[in-house]
């Protein structure tokens, strides 16, 4: 069985600074892997997916299937930043995801 | 507006009775989703569905039955509700092959 995940339930980190939200995946085929993020009082929503390979509010995410490491990365963290952001996994041929535990970032001015 | 809704947005009840979550999405999606997000904020995947297909996470007790009346609505039903059922049920859709999952707002249910 598939499985996703955050080692970190939380991160702090202050406005300026590189953020790195990670994300572990364990599935032995080749998963679309995502980045949700639920803003306060906000649905969650996609923030980005592996095969776009596209930057979004400044963050990147990488696929590493050596390491089965999908890392979220932004070189400088904005205050709006601030969120709960969740790495997902999608089985191919699947339409359901597989969320990881969340991580909370807490950027602060 | 275009989304995923959901009704109501809190539940509060008591054990042992019978409640309902609707969820409708105006998208035009075909397959819809219903995910539980624990006190820790897990979010699980419960059940996925669409027209000719409803797969169910086995780990759900049957006392949780997805109802489609059509391709715009998947209703949620759960028969004598626990404490432990208490926790954000989210709603979600898709095109079949699509990537995307569009989330409703959540419905929070409270079980006393």
């Known amino acids: 069985a598939q499985r996703v995940t955050q080692p970190e339930k939380l991160l702090s980190v202050f406005k300026g600074a590189p953020v790195e939200l990670k994300c572990n995946y364990s599935y032995s085929g080749s998963p679309e892997l995502f980045w949700y993020v639920q803003y306060s009082r906000q649905r969650l929503q996609l923030l980005l997916r592996h095969i776009s390979r596209e930057s979004i509010k400044g963050f990147t995410a990488d696929l590493n299937k050596g390491e089965t490491s999908f890392h979220l990365k932004k070189p400088f963290a904005q205050e709006e930043d601030s969120a709960m952001y969740y790495c997902?996994?999608?089985?191919?041929?699947?339409?359901?995801?597989?969320f990881g535990s969340g991580t909370r970032l807490q950027v602060q001015p | 507006d275009t989304a995923v809704s959901q009704t109501p947005k809190y539940l509060v009840t008591q054990m042992g009775n019978d409640k309902s979550i609707k969820c409708e999405q105006n998208l035009g999606h075909d397959t819809m989703y219903w995910y539980k997000q624990d006190s820790k904020k897990f979010l699980k995947i419960m059940f996925s569905?669409?027209?000719?297909?409803?797969?169910i996470n086995e780990t759900v007790p049957n006392r949780f039955s997805p109802k489609s009346p059509d391709k715009a609505h998947l209703n949620l039903h759960i028969n004598s509700l626990e404490l432990g059922d208490s926790a954000v049920y989210f709603c979600?859709?898709?095109?079949?092959?699509?990537?995307?999952?569009?989330f409703g707002p959540g419905t929070r249910l409270t079980v006393t």
């Open positions: 979600a859709s898709s095109h079949l092959e699509g990537n995307e999952q569009y």
């Open positions: 569905y669409n027209n000719k297909e409803l797969i």
């Open positions: 997902a996994l999608r089985e191919p041929g699947r339409r359901a995801l597989t």
